[in-house]
């Protein structure tokens, strides 16, 4: 199972960025997509999450600015970031927990996608 990311990039603040991720190979069954992010000098952190089920949720500095979505049907899940502010620079990384076939229930990360926020 591959992921790949784009939709990075470098933005002003106040505007926005949509990120998409696409998992390919022989997969079964997603569990739960997700989006985290590292910024230089901070730890990884949880942004956004979405159910198989659609249920969504959000870490309390992107609530009300960012918008996750998923494609079951491309095995896509898609970040739309708006109102990005400076804190927002981070490398972005999909995250997918899922069941391939012949393979146990594990997590799967995508490469990352630099957003830069910056006027």
């Known amino acids: 199972v591959q992921l790949q990311a784009c939709g990075g990039g470098l933005v002003q603040p106040g505007g926005s960025l949509r990120l998409s991720c696409a998992a390919s190979g022989r997969i079964f069954s997603i569990y739960r997509m997700d989006w985290y992010r590292q910024a230089p000098g901070k730890q990884r952190e949880l942004v956004a999450t979405i159910s198989n089920g659609g249920s969504a949720d959000y870490a309390d500095s992107v609530r009300g600015r960012f918008a996750i979505s998923g494609d079951n049907g491309k095995n896509a899940v898609y970040l739309q970031m708006n109102s990005l502010k400076l804190e927002d620079t981070a490398v972005y990384y999909c995250?997918?927990?899922?069941?391939?076939?012949?393979?146990?229930?594990?997590?799967?990360w995508g490469k990352g996608t630099q957003v830069t926020v910056s006027s």
């Open positions: 995250h997918y927990y899922l069941h391939a076939i012949a393979t146990p229930d594990m997590d799967y």
